[in-house]
């Protein structure tokens, strides 16, 4: 994820990046057992020949998807968080099709842990550096940015929701032949004045299985 915060007509964006992409129906279902993969997905993703319940297959997707949230001149620094939209157009699953999040308010996260065996859990997580940082060398603490999770028809998060901490964040243990997915909503603090500026950074999510 890359953020810019601009601070002359205070416009905050987060730019959302993935590398890997897919999709699954509603939250955490079980897959078949097959060869040892994993797969992940944020934001836009790709998946060819149909979902994959139809035969299709995941493909790597380079598309960097922006979270931007405008920040008011008169509200700069005031303590009242501003809510981020993305330009992610992924709202239904790869798995099914079924209608996961609600962009641009809700960023699609998911991804599978697939094994031979009944047993390997992958390990979803994201990795942000301490700061964004300006042109002038002015930086602005990424836990700025937070982020709830949640999916359409299900209350209850299977990735978590939280802050970045400028270090590595666990998001999800995947368990076995699992999908897992939910849709994140970013805010952004808007705690403290800063000077202006354009402000970028880069949050990289990763699912591994030891």
């Not at 509603?26 to 097959?34: D, K, Q, R």
């Not at 994993?38 to 934001?43: A, E, N, R």
């Not at 008169?74 to 099914?96: K, Q, R």
């Not at 962009?103 to 842990?113: A, D, E, F, L, S």
Request: glycine share 10%; proline share 5%; with cysteine.
């Amino acid at each position: 994820m890359i953020i810019i915060i601009q601070h002359s007509t205070r416009v905050l964006a987060a730019i959302l990046l993935l590398a890997i992409a897919t999709s699954a129906q509603a939250w955490s279902i079980a897959i078949s057992p097959g060869t040892r993969q994993i797969f992940i997905q944020v934001g836009n993703g790709t998946y060819t020949g149909g979902n994959h319940n139809a035969g299709g297959s995941p493909a790597n997707n380079a598309t960097v998807n922006v979270v931007s949230a405008n920040v008011p001149a008169a509200s700069i620094g005031n303590g009242s968080p501003v809510a981020m939209t993305s330009n992610s157009t992924a709202a239904n699953s790869f798995l099914d099709g079924y209608n996961v999040c609600n962009p641009p308010t809700q960023v699609y996260i998911g991804g599978w842990v697939r094994v031979p065996g009944s047993t390997g859990n992958g390990v979803m997580s994201v990795t942000t550096p301490a700061n964004l940082i300006n042109g002038a060398g002015n930086t602005i603490p990424f836990s700025s940015i937070s982020w709830s999770s949640t999916a359409n028809g299900n209350a209850t998060a299977h990735v978590a929701a939280g802050t970045f901490n400028g270090a590595t964040l666990t998001l999800a243990n995947i368990g076995a032949n699992t999908w897992v997915e939910n849709c994140m909503v970013f805010s952004y603090a808007n705690s403290t004045v800063y000077p202006s500026g354009t402000y970028t950074g880069r949050a990289v999510y990763t699912l591994s299985l030891p």
